[in-house]
């Protein structure tokens, strides 16, 4: 058995791939552990940092064992993080595989719906279908002609001969019109009555002269 397949727990021939979801949940965990131990050793390196700083030249082999671990500590901490920088790339590339393998996975799904929908057809049966609504759609329309055809019970008509009667009867008409006003010039105008107008009744007019004869004697007074 292989180091890695010791390491990610891979059998043999036999054995069963993980999901990408198992994988990348592994990657993640991995990066979370890794992520703590880089916050360990850049604590470490801070302690050593101030110990060498703390002993200096007073007890200078301290201080350089301190400075020593310090670059232990600062190489570490840089393999780490091209570790992380890998880990990270590789998960990035799973999950992008994992998309990818999930849209295939829906389309392929799609298109076998879509086969079934058109499992009973084809370009002939599709061509035949069109042909038979075009069909019943030139018949309808001819039925729908024929009713509403108007009945003339066996008659048919000239259509010139009616239009030259319409035209005769309208010549009637504009002649007759014609006539009517051609005749109002010859007819006379009303004479003027020559017996003079009724005069006032006598009695009224007696009444009248005697009233006024009464007003003059009124104011003479």
Known sequence: MSVFAKLFGGGGKGGKAPTPQEAIQRL????????K?????????????????????????????????KKRYEKQLAQIDG????????????EN???????????????????AAHENMDIDKVDDLMADITEQQEVAQEISDVIS??????????????MAELEELEQEELDRNLLEIEGTE???????????LPSKPAKKKEEEDK?????????AN
């Open 186 to 196: 010859d007819v006379p105008l009303p004479s003027v009555p020559s017996s003079a």
């Open 83 to 94: 570790t992380l920088s890998t880990i990270e790339f590789q998960r990035e590339a799973l």
């Open 149 to 162: 055809r108007p009945i003339g019970f066996g008659e048919d008509y000239d259509e010139d001969e009616l």
């Open 28 to 35: 993640r965990e991995t990066e979370e552990m890794l992520a």
């Open 37 to 69: 131990k880089q916050n360990f050793l850049e604590k470490k390196i801070d302690q050593e940092l101030i110990t060498a700083k703390k002993n200096g030249t007073k007890n200078k082999r301290a201080a350089l064992q301190a400075l020593k671990r």
């Open 211 to 219: 009233d006024m004869s009464d007003l003059q004697a009124w104011m």
């Open 97 to 115: 595989a994992n998309t990818n393998t999930e849209v295939l996975k829906n389309m392929g799904y799609a298109a076998k719906a879509m086969k």
